[in-house]
């Protein structure tokens, strides 16, 4: 069984960090580019960064300089280090396992608020 299962989301003021962390279990996780997206109550789900499975990275503008994506294979766990939060960043961040399918986590949720 495929599981994706996030972690580190939370309550942060603005100019504030968090780290998400994203373990997958039930795939070979060196051969899958892993990504975060993030999504508000009726708006689409939006690239936040990927990684692939040689480490190449790719940001979304509007993280790119704060937000950094890294992948640990040893513990098959793909990380999202956020730093200097704004109000906007708002959102429920969903990890994905892209290769010879596709896999989605279940969310957590970043709520930047002063």
């Known amino acids: 069984q495929v599981q994706l299962v996030e972690s580190g989301g939370g309550l942060v003021q603005p100019g504030g960090s968090l780290r998400l962390s994203c373990v997958a279990s039930?795939?070979?996780?060196?051969?899958?580019?892993m990504g975060w997206y993030r999504q508000n109550p009726g708006q689409e789900r939006e690239l936040v960064a990927t990684?692939?499975?040689?480490?190449?990275?790719r940001y979304a503008d509007s993280v790119k300089g704060r937000f950094t994506i890294s992948r640990f294979s040893a513990k098959t766990t793909a990380y999202l280090q956020m730093n200097n939060l704004k109000f906007e960043d708002t959102a429920v961040y969903y990890c994905?396992?892209?290769?010879?399918?596709?896999?989605w986590g279940q969310g957590t949720q970043v709520t930047v608020s002063s």
């Open positions: 990684i692939t499975a040689g480490g190449n990275t």
């Open positions: 994905q396992a892209l290769g010879p399918k596709e896999y």
């Open positions: 039930g795939i070979s996780f060196s051969i899958y580019d």
